[in-house]
T-cell receptor, first 114, second 109 residues
Framework: DTEVTQTPKHLVMGMTNKKSLKCEQH?????MYWYKQKAKKPPELMFV???????INESVPSRFSPECPNSSLLNLHLHALQPEDSALYLC?????????????FGPGTRLTVT | DAKTTQPPSMDCAEGRAANLPCNHS???????VYWYRQIHSQGPQYIIH???NNETNEMASLIITEDRKSSTLILPHATLRDTAVYYC??????????FGSGTKLNVKP
């Protein structure tokens, strides 16, 4: 199983809503990532979790709150978002223990903030 | 991390080899070269990576110049399904992937 799954596929939310994005992998990977991708732009790194601990936060606004409750699951909690936060949110995971392992990406959640 | 430069777009005829260049003139000795591609609205897909030597797998070949300042991804027999944006990434910190603007490869019948 080399799959990273993300739910939901699409999400529309108002600026006052609270919602969560979910990412799951069962490959035993201990590094997990959130990326944001605006239309016609490359993915931008947001957060990195290593062994369930947040190791990198790329100066992401606090309205995005990541959580890694266990080694298979990664959440992104969303609150008070702005229309400019509308984007494709990608999750990825990577095996640790050897430095050059590649990242596996999920299909993404397309978020629209109204 | 070193920056990369790629042409914004390239065309390739179906069945022919697609050669995608990447310039990484400021690469340092411990930085790897990775290639990913992203088919429209899907998540990026790993293709291949290398450090110094040329590499080949079932998807592609990676040719890295001796001075490591540039590399070429080769898709030996491009198909319409290879139409995608191809990203060249150079990094030593495998938790930090910074995607450049990539090359949009258009495979035409």
């Amino acid at each position: 199983d080399t799959e990273v799954t993300q739910t939901p596929k699409h999400l529309v939310m108002g600026m006052t809503n609270k919602k969560s994005l979910k990412c799951e992998q069962h490959m035993g990977h201990r590094a997990m990532y959130w990326y944001k991708q605006k239309a016609k732009k490359p993915p931008e790194l947001m957060f990195v979790y290593s062994y369930e601990k947040l190791s990198i936060n790329e100066s992401v606004p606090s309205r995005f709150s990541p959580e890694c409750p266990n080694s298979s699951l990664l959440n992104l909690h969303l609150h008070a978002l702005q229309p400019e936060d509308s984007a494709l949110y990608l999750c990825a995971s990577r095996q640790t223990g050897r430095s050059s392992y590649e990242q596996y990406f999920g299909p993404g959640t397309r978020l629209t903030v109204t | 991390d070193a920056k990369t430069t790629q042409p914004p777009s390239m065309d390739c005829a179906e069945g022919r080899a697609a050669n995608l260049p990447c310039n990484h003139s400021t690469i340092s000795g411990n930085e790897y070269v990775y290639w990913y591609r992203q088919i429209h609205s899907q998540g990026p897909q790993y293709i291949i990576h290398g450090l110094k030597n040329n590499e080949t797998n079932e998807m592609a070949s990676l040719i890295i110049t001796e001075d490591r300042k540039s590399s070429t991804l080769i898709l030996p027999h491009a198909t319409l399904r290879d139409t995608a944006v191809y990203y060249c990434i150079v990094t030593y910190n495998f938790n930090k992937f910074y995607f450049g603007s990539g090359t949009k490869l258009n495979v035409k019948p």
